[in-house]
């Protein structure tokens, strides 16, 4: 079992820019969650997804952030246009069914720098 | 709305000693409970768990009693090593998605 493995685990890219992070589940996982981790607001939940449907997302910041979820093997995250406010890690984690009893279990992040 | 308060940080303890971190939640129903660790440069890991009322989760020397009766799960280790040294979070699972309390940071050194 690989876990969930996340791409990049670093991104420095320029106020503005496009920014786009990966998340590959484990697979049988029918649950994803993406969550921002930052030192003064700890760790936040953005959006998940159950059986690739965007059933939350009202954790997301504003309209520059979407995800989409095209399969159950796949999800990205992206910022357009980023700012520097949005600099921190970002982990995306999986489970069977919808975290309630079944545990999360997360990527190592992409840890995010806007200059 | 569901909400967990656990025990400001950070931690710092000598190899051998007792570990007590406080978690107190809120929340309508039943919730189940979590405690996670997050390790340097990793995510978070499932650390124990309890689904109701008087359970005791256990896991590498930790244990934590879901008490309803003070609405509490505090997480605690007889004898802590250098090992353990991490952030540790509490959280909640009830009718509402998964919520996680603030973190605390531990140190432990030798």
């Known amino acids: 079992d690989a876990g969930v493995i996340q791409s990049p685990r670093h991104e420095v890219t320029e106020m503005g820019q496009e920014v786009t992070l990966r998340c590959k589940p484990i697979s049988g996982h029918n649950s994803l969650f993406w969550y921002r981790q930052t030192m003064m607001r700890g760790l936040e939940l953005l959006i998940y997804f159950n059986n690739n449907v965007p059933i939350d997302d009202s954790g997301m910041p504003e309209d520059r952030f979407s995800a989409k979820m095209p399969n159950a093997s796949f999800s990205t995250l992206k910022i357009q246009p980023s700012e520097p406010r949005d600099s921190a890690v970002y982990f995306c984690?999986?489970?069977?069914?919808?975290?309630?009893?079944?545990?999360?279990?997360f990527g190592n992040g992409t840890r995010l720098t806007v200059t | 709305g569901d909400s967990v308060t656990q025990m400001e940080g950070p931690v710092t303890l000598s190899e051998e000693a007792f570990l007590t971190i406080n978690c107190t939640y809120t929340?309508?129903?039943?919730?189940?409970l979590f405690w996670y660790v997050q390790y340097p440069g990793e995510g978070l890991q499932l650390l124990l768990k309890?689904?109701?009322?008087?359970d005791k989760g256990s896991n590498k020397g930790f244990e934590a009693t879901y008490r309803k009766e003070t609405t509490s799960f505090h997480l605690e280790k007889g004898s802590v090593q250098v090992s353990d040294s991490a952030v540790y979070f509490c959280?909640?699972?009830?009718?509402?998605?998964?919520?996680f309390g603030t973190g605390t940071r531990l140190t432990i050194i030798p």
């Open positions: 959280a909640l699972s009830g009718n509402e998605k998964l919520t």
């Open positions: 984690a999986s489970s069977v069914g919808q975290g309630r009893d079944s545990p999360l279990h």
């Open positions: 309890a689904t109701k009322a008087d």
């Open positions: 929340a309508t129903g039943y919730p189940s």
